[in-house]
T-cell receptor, first 112, second 109 residues
Framework: DTEVTQTPKHLVMGMTNKKSLKCEQH?????MYWYKQKAKKPPELMFV???????INESVPSRFSPECPNSSLLNLHLHALQPEDSALYLC???????????FGPGTRLTVL | DAKTTQPNSMESNEEEPVHLPCNHS???????IHWYRQLPSQGPEYVIH???SNVNNRMASLAIAEDRKSSTLILHRATLRDAAVYYC??????????FGKGTHLIIQP
């Protein structure tokens, strides 16, 4: 099983809402990532978790709050987002002994 | 991070080979050359990677120049399902991937 799953597939939220994105993998990968992809642009790295600890935060605003409750699960908590945060949010995981990252299908977020 | 340069777009015919170039003149000795592709409405997908020697897998081949300043991804027989944005990325591991603009590959039937 080489699958990374993300829920929900689509999310529409207002600027005052609080919502969460979920990512799950059962490949035993110990590194997990969040990327953001605006329309017609390449993905941009947001956060890296290694062994369930945040190792990289690419200067992401605090309205995005990542969480890694266990080695299989990665959440992204959203609060007080802006319309410009509308994008495709991609999760990925990496096997420790190879350099391959496996991506999920993404959550398409629209902030009204 | 070392940068890569790729053509914005390329067009090829179905069932013909496709050669996608990538320049990376500032590559360091510890940089692996990775290729990912992103089909419409999907997350990126790993294609192939290499360090110094040419590599083959079931999806593609990777030809790396002797000085490592350029590489070419080869799709031996393109199908319509290969239409995607192809990203050439230099990576040392551990950190996340830094995506460039990539090459938009168009396959004509």
């Amino acid at each position: 099983d080489t699958e990374v799953t993300q829920t929900p597939k689509h999310l529409v939220m207002g600027m005052t809402n609080k919502k969460s994105l979920k990512c799950e993998q059962h490949m035993g990968h110990r590194a997990m990532y969040w990327y953001k992809q605006k329309a017609k642009k390449p993905p941009e790295l947001m956060f890296v978790y290694s062994y369930e600890k945040l190792s990289i935060n690419e200067s992401v605003p605090s309205r995005f709050s990542p969480e890694c409750p266990n080695s299989s699960l990665l959440n992204l908590h959203l609060h007080a987002l802006q319309p410009e945060d509308s994008a495709l949010y991609l999760c990925a995981s990496r096997q420790g002994r190879t350099d391959t990252q496996y991506f999920g299908p993404g959550t398409r977020l629209t902030v009204l | 991070d070392a940068k890569t340069t790729q053509p914005n777009s390329m067009e090829s015919n179905e069932e013909e080979p496709v050669h996608l170039p990538c320049n990376h003149s500032t590559i360091s000795g510890t940089d692996y050359i990775h290729w990912y592709r992103q089909l419409p409405s999907q997350g990126p997908e790993y294609v192939i990677h290499g360090l110094t020697s040419n590599v083959n897998n079931r999806m593609a081949s990777l030809a790396i120049a002797e000085d490592r300043k350029s590489s070419t991804l080869i799709l031996h027989r393109a199908t319509l399902r290969d239409a995607a944005v192809y990203y050439c990325i230099l990576w040392r591991g551990a950190d996340g991937l830094t995506f460039g603009k990539g090459t938009h590959l168009i396959i004509q039937p």
